[in-house]
């Protein structure tokens, strides 16, 4: 299943986040590694260079697992998805505190809430019958 809602999400979110992870670094020249407020990623996005690393991360796992198989693809969805909405949550009472070593913002938050609908919907609702396994 080549074609499969999960292996494209999961494809096209990895090169996405990778692209994120990369260019991250670009505004954050001079911010430190775990610094509470980051540069801005396309004016709005807020990012240092642990938020960089974590979106290199988490766009290789969903990368490698779309390229790899449905199955793969679908249960990285899931778990990112999960991440990203547990995080979506608590970003918003993290940021203005010590804890937010990741340099969350308000556009932040929304951003991962949104990547964790898609990846969870897709991750959990796409390929449910016994179809995966003969992928």
């Not at 299943?1 to 979110?13: D, E, K, L, Q, Y």
């Not at 260019?23 to 775990?34: E, I, K, M, R």
């Not at 974590?54 to 198989?69: E, T």
């Not at 918003?92 to 969870?120: E, K, R, Y």
Request: charged letters at 5%; aromatic letters at 6%.
């Amino acid at each position: 299943m080549r074609n499969s809602p999960n292996r494209i999400v999961a494809t096209v979110f990895g090169a996405v986040y990778v692209l994120v992870g990369l260019l991250g670094f670009a505004v954050t020249g001079g911010v430190s590694f775990v610094a509470t407020e980051g540069g801005l990623l396309l004016g709005i996005f807020a990012v240092n260079p642990l938020h960089n690393i974590a979106h290199l991360l988490i766009g290789a796992a969903l990368l490698v697992a779309g390229l790899m198989s449905a199955r793969a693809a679908k249960t990285v969805n899931t778990i990112v998805g999960a991440a990203y909405l547990l995080l979506g949550i608590v970003g918003f009472f993290l940021a203005g505190t010590a804890a937010n070593i990741l340099a969350l913002n308000t556009p932040d938050h929304f951003l991962h809430l949104a990547s964790a609908l898609v990846l969870l919907g897709v991750g959990l609702g796409a390929e449910r019958s016994g179809r995966l396994a003969t992928a």
